[in-house]
T-cell receptor
Framework: SAVISQKPSRDICQRGTSLTIQCQVDSQVTMMFWYRQQPGQSLTLIAT?????????ESGFVIDKFPISRPNLTFSTLTVSNMSPEDSSIYLCSVEFAGGIGQPQHFGDGTRLSIL | GQQVMQIPQYQHVQEGEDFTTYCNSS?????IQWYKQRPGGHPVFLIQ?????EVKKQKRLTFQFGEAKKNSSLHITATQTTDVGTYFCAGPKAAGNKLTFGGGTRVLVKP
């Protein structure tokens, strides 16, 4: 099966700074998503990363705070901007390998982010 | 908006016993997916159910999709320590490939 690499795996950051998380897949994928998972909680979809165009954000998430890029079919980045302690969370990318509705999603290992 | 709820939130199980976790959606689903997340790990896809009343088995795990396609269950028999983790159900949002995840059932196994 394909490999989904997410970097960094963890980081500790100062408030007010920004961090960019990378998600690299070793094969082309149709869909890429970014999720947030706060400690002990479920997964909340931040946005769908669209190849060559602006990401589609879910309610409560905005581009200025979470800019996303997807320059090609195998790579995406999520930036967490102007971080505050409330942004401490696990950030996960996920991908779908096939087209059509209802395909399973496959997740990267996640980025554990702590804001001081 | 669409809500997906899971009960119980926590399940403490004696090793060897059976248990069931339930998933309920506020809307009818075209399909439902189940994922398992081990402690410190990432969610891993287990199975997808599509048909009304569908039942699928994976070794000791039995998944069922309700007749009305608004609920689902996961039954684990003879629980083992390897079953520890959080089990999430997820249903598609109204349009597209996006998923709404339930709150998860965190399973702890007592040896």
């Amino acid at each position: 099966s394909a490999v989904i690499s997410q970097k960094p795996s963890r980081d500790i950051c100062q408030r007010g700074t920004s961090l960019t998380i990378q998600c690299q897949v070793d094969s082309q994928v149709t869909m890429m998503f970014w999720y947030r998972q706060q400690p002990g909680q479920s997964l909340t979809l931040i946005a769908t990363a669209n190849q060559g165009s602006e990401a589609t954000y879910e309610s409560g998430f905005v581009i200025d705070k979470f800019p996303i890029s997807r320059p090609n079919l195998t790579f995406s980045t999520l930036t967490v901007s102007n971080m505050s302690p409330e942004d401490s969370s696990i950030y996960l990318c996920s991908v779908e390998f096939a087209g059509g509705i209802g395909q399973p999603q496959h997740f990267g290992d996640g980025t554990r982010l702590s804001i001081l | 908006g669409q809500q997906v709820m899971q009960i119980p939130q926590y399940q403490h199980v004696q090793e060897g016993e059976d248990f069931t976790t339930y998933c309920n959606s506020s809307t009818t689903l075209s399909n439902i997916q189940w994922y398992k997340q081990r402690p410190g790990g990432h969610p891993v896809f287990l199975i997808q159910l599509v048909k009304s009343g569908e039942v699928k088995k994976q070794k000791r795990l039995t998944f069922q999709f309700g007749e009305a396609k608004k609920n689902s269950s996961l039954h684990i028999t003879a629980t083992q320590t390897t079953d520890v983790g959080t089990y999430f159900c997820a249903g598609p949002k109204a349009a597209g490939n996006k998923l709404t995840f339930g709150g998860g059932t965190r399973v702890l196994v007592k040896p």
